[in-house]
């Protein structure tokens, strides 16, 4: 299991301004996770698994940690 801490802080341009959070933060795990694997083969094909409920949209400034893993277990590093 992997973590990636996620800052929405003052001025964030998510924050009160109803743009979708929630495919932003995917779209950025994908990105993180492709550094991460091992191949990078099967992100793309069998995703990611996300535990933490991720918001649709923020009202305030927000800290969020993100537990995620791959769903490929191809994808896992040796290390």
């Known amino acids: 299991m992997h973590t990636t801490v996620f800052n929405f802080g003052e001025g964030s341009l998510f924050i009160n301004s109803r ?5 932003e933060i995917k ?3 994908m990105w993180q996770a492709m550094r991460v ?5 099967q992100i ?4 990611l698994i996300i535990y933490t409920p991720l ?9 969020l940690e993100v537990y995620w ?11």
């Open 55 to 63: 918001p649709s949209y923020l009202d305030k400034p927000t800290v």
């Open 27 to 29: 779209d950025r795990l």
């Open 44 to 47: 793309f094909k069998d995703g």
């Open 69 to 79: 893993d791959f769903r490929s277990p191809e994808e896992y590093c040796s290390n």
């Open 19 to 23: 743009r979708p959070v929630k495919q």
């Open 37 to 41: 694997a091992k191949t990078g083969r």
